[in-house]
């Protein structure tokens, strides 16, 4: 009785400790590649459970999350039921791989160049995969159009028809404009509370068979 009162009393401290470890190794990994890390603070829960919201835990198709750094926006995939089995995730930086599978440890985490998506996915086994939807915090902003808008492409041709990309940035307009034929965008929601403000974009096939 006396422990578990005492675990319950413990509990939060946990969690604020979990979440302040994650502070600590994100802005360890800013520190190191601030260009590729691009935002100083982890996405907050509000805006990662909207991301993971374009996941469908009863499609049997996998899930492809991209930059998933210190893995805010992984563990509300999970938490939205999604089976860890089901998940790839291409992240660039090596520790934060390292980090992220001690963290989720089914997670099938792929350590390469999301830019370079179907040799990364080739090298890990994944060549052939098709996925039921696409989350992304990689910094769109920070790379020319031309290499954002074939991301969006490449992964768009991994996706059924009418499949979603979503794509946290926060900037007013989209990271990636439109392509009349390419692909089209909408604003999926604005998260005023996330740090820095955060708009979620939505990213949708515009190529006709
Ligand atoms: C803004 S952080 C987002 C991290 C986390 N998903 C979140 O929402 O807090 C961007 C992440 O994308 C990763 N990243 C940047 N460029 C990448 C690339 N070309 N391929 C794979 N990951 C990349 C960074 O290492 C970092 O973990």
Redesign the pocket.
Known sequence: MFNQRIAARLKPLKKHTTKLREDVE?IR?WLR?PG????IK??GPRA?RQMASVADPSNPLPVLE????????TSAILERGVAPEKLVS????PE?CKYLSNHFPHVNFVQ????DLDRTLEGAGFGEARFQATIS???LLLVNRRKGAELIDTCLARMPEGAQFCQ?SYSPKPPIGAIPGRFRVRLLDTVFRNVPPGRLWVYTSDRRS
């Open positions: 994100f990994g590649e590729e890390v691009g935002s982890p996405t990662a991209l930059g998933p750094g210190t893995g805010p926006v291409v992240e660039y930086s934060f390469g160049d999301a830019f915090a990689i910094p946290i």
